[in-house]
């Protein structure tokens, strides 16, 4: 297998933390063309969560590197851009609060595991989560978007309905690890 085969499916985790040099800055900036970039590039940075866990399975390259840097490359990503949009009074402190707090708890529960030579691998629930708030925040940024005013409106509940998966998924690890542990 060609070395770039065997080190692309981690280096498009790690693309969604290195795309925040351009990302943030464009998010910032105001105007029609600064969005619609910011949100395409943000869409494409998303779509590699898909792509290096199906690439590494394909190629028979899942390690437990990549099952941990996949989460956290997300959690950055979103995380950065959530709090720029809260910066830019986009977005509900409140879910910012809940979405933070669930994936710090979330990092403890792991961390708790990986001291107990557990890997805890992403639930369904959380994937669900994942999945709905970069749709939501792609639809948040692009709202200035002409002839879509509703855009950031159905963007912002999106990203309330990811706060609900995210509670849901949040327990499901917590329950997940107890029983792992007790077991």
């Known amino acids: ?17 290195y795309v925040l040099v351009i990302l943030i800055p464009m ?5 029609f063309w600064w969005d619609l970039g910011a949100g395409l590039l943000f869409a494409l940075a998303s779509l590699t969560d ?11 390259l899942v390690s437990n590197f990549g099952k941990f840097m996949d989460p956290v490359a997300d959690k950055i990503l979103v995380s950065s851009v959530l709090i720029v949009l809260l910066y830019l009074n986009k977005i509900d402190p409140w879910l910012v609060m809940v979405l933070l707090g669930r994936d710090t708890f979330i990092g403890g529960v792991r961390s708790a595991a990986a001291a107990d030579n557990l890997v805890l691998d992403a639930k369904p629930t959380g994937k669900w989560k994942t999945g709905f708030q970069m749709v939501g925040i792609s639809m948040v940024i692009l709202e200035t978007f002409p002839g879509l005013p509703w855009l950031g409106d159905t963007g912002r509940v999106v990203l309330w309905i990811s706060v609900v998966l995210s509670l849901v998924s949040g327990y499901q690890y917590w329950q997940s690890y107890n029983g792992i542990r007790k077991g």
């Open 50 to 60: 898909a792509w290096d866990g199906a690439l590494a399975r394909k190629w028979n």
């Open 27 to 31: 998010i910032l900036h105001t105007g």
């Open 1 to 17: 297998m060609p070395n770039w085969k065997r080190f692309l499916p981690i280096q498009l985790t790690f693309s969604r933390i």
